[in-house]
């Protein structure tokens, strides 16, 4: 029944955005592994920065440059690091994580870290909401919109 029916329309003040059930996961995998992701970023710009025993003569020399030339390996190293579209992607996502954990409430923040990070197997929402004080599908709704909104954080295309 509509409101020209004379029923009330039900809104909600809270717009919620569409996420694809296949990003809905996605996000969640990215909040799971958010502290490997980190070591990830930090790990691959100390090898940019003091240089890695994985790096070949080969991988040493720019695309175009005879090997016996003089080479910039830092340089070499360092357009790597800006080019190297994983952990591009990696920075977008811990970014958006980010940004969105500032942005909540701590019980909310709370959720997450007790959620994704405190446990090695998933704690359950009965659980959650007990150490949390909150009712469980309060529990399980606000981590829907903390999906959403990092969802929402990601370039369009970037989803990767």
Known sequence: MNE??????????VERPYVPSYMFRQVQ?????YHDMIRYIDDAEQEAIHGSTRLGPEEAT?????????????????????DDWELQQC?????????????????KRDIV???????????TWRAVAAIVGADERTC?????GIVREIAGRMPKGSAG
Not at 140 to 144: K, L, N, S, T
């Open 4 to 13: 020209a029916q004379g029923g009330a329309v039900l809104t909600t003040d």
């Open 29 to 33: 995998n990215w909040l799971e592994r």
């Open 62 to 82: 720019p695309p175009g440059r005879s090997a016996k030339l003089p080479s910039d390996p830092t340089g070499v190293r360092g357009a790597r690091l800006a």
């Open 91 to 107: 920075r977008l996502r811990v970014r958006a994580i980010r940004e969105t954990l500032d942005g909540l409430e701590s019980v």
């Open 113 to 123: 870290r007790v959620y994704y990070w405190e446990s090695r197997q998933r704690t």
């Open 140 to 144: 399980r709704r606000w981590r829907d």
